[in-house]
T-cell receptor, first 114, second 106 residues
Framework: ETGVTQTPRHLVMGMTNKKSLKCEQHLGHNAMYWYKQSAKKPLELMFVYSLEERVENNSVPSRFSPECPNSSHLFLHLHTLQPEDSALYLC?????????????FGEGSRLTVL | AQRVTQPEKLLSVFKGAPVELKCNYSYSGSPELFWYVQYSRQRLQLLLR??SRESIKGFTADLNKGETSFHLKKPFAQEEDSAMYYC????????FGKGTTLSVSS
C-alpha cells in the first residue's frame, strides 16, 4: 500500500475508554503530523514529529498522547475523552519538517465520543 | 499572530463563470502560502504553492504582500472543480484557514 494510511476509519468510544489511532506512511518521509478537523473550525495542528522526535505540541490536552516509534508510524492514544473531542483526526507526512510545505494526508479517522 | 482567513464558507458559481476564492493572512515574516484541495471522497492534497508560480488545473494564485492576500482564481469554472479549498501558511508549522466550499453547477 502506498501513501498515508489511517486506521480505524471510524471509532465510537465512551468517555472512560482507552483507544488508539494509527497512522502509517509508505513514502519514506521523515516528518509526521496529527491534525484535528472539527466542524466550523480550521484544521488544528496537534503534534509534529520529525525523525521520531516531537517538535511541536500545540497545547493539546493530556488526554491525547502521541507516540512515534519509527519514522513510518504514528499513533494517537486516547484516554478519558470528552464529547467535544469528537472530530476527524488527520494524519499527514512530509519529506522533512517545514521543508517544501507539501503535506501528504491520510483519509482520516472519524472519532465520536459518547 | 499567525493566521489565515478565508471569509467565504461557500461559493456557488455556474459552469464557465470566473472563480475567485479569497484568502488573507497575518504573518510577520516572509510568507510562504499554499492552496490545498479536497474533492468529494478524496483526501486533502496540495493544489499549488505561491513559490512555484504555476497554474494547476487552470487555477492560479498571486501573493499580494501589500494586501496580505493569496486569492485563488480560475477564469472559467468546471463542474469538476467542485471541492473544499483550504489556504495554508507556512509559519512555525502549516496553518490552515477554515476552508471554502466551491460548488460549480451547470
Amino acid at each position: 500500500e502506498t501513501g498515508v494510511t489511517q486506521t480505524p476509519r471510524h471509532l465510537v468510544m465512551g468517555m472512560t475508554n482507552k483507544k488508539s489511532l494509527k497512522c502509517e506512511q509508505h513514502l519514506g518521509h521523515n516528518a509526521m503530523y496529527w491534525y484535528k478537523q472539527s466542524a466550523k473550525k480550521p484544521l488544528e495542528l496537534m503534534f509534529v514529529y520529525s525523525l521520531e522526535e516531537r517538535v511541536e505540541n500545540n497545547s493539546v490536552p493530556s488526554r491525547f498522547s502521541p507516540e512515534c516509534p519509527n519514522s513510518s508510524h504514528l499513533f494517537l492514544h486516547l484516554h478519558t475523552l470528552q464529547p467535544e473531542d469528537s472530530a476527524l483526526y488527520l494524519c499527514a507526512s512530509s519529506q522533512g519538517f517545514l521543508d517544501t510545505g507539501e503535506l501528504f494526508f491520510g483519509e482520516g479517522s472519524r472519532l465520536t465520543v459518547l | 499572530a499567525q493566521r489565515v482567513t478565508q471569509p467565504e464558507k461557500l461559493l456557488s458559481v455556474f459552469k464557465g463563470a470566473p472563480v475567485e476564492l479569497k484568502c488573507n493572512y497575518s504573518y510577520s515574516g516572509s510568507p510562504e502560502l499554499f492552496w490545498y484541495v479536497q474533492y468529494s471522497r478524496q483526501r486533502l492534497q496540495l493544489l499549488l504553492r505561491h513559490i512555484s508560480r504555476e497554474s494547476i488545473k487552470g487555477f492560479t494564485a498571486d501573493l499580494n504582500k501589500g494586501e496580505t492576500s493569496f486569492h485563488l482564481k480560475k477564469p472559467f469554472a468546471q463542474e469538476e472543480d467542485s471541492a473544499m479549498y483550504y489556504c495554508a501558511l507556512k509559519a512555525s508549522a502549516l496553518i490552515f484557514g477554515k476552508g471554502t466550499t466551491l460548488s460549480v453547477s451547470s
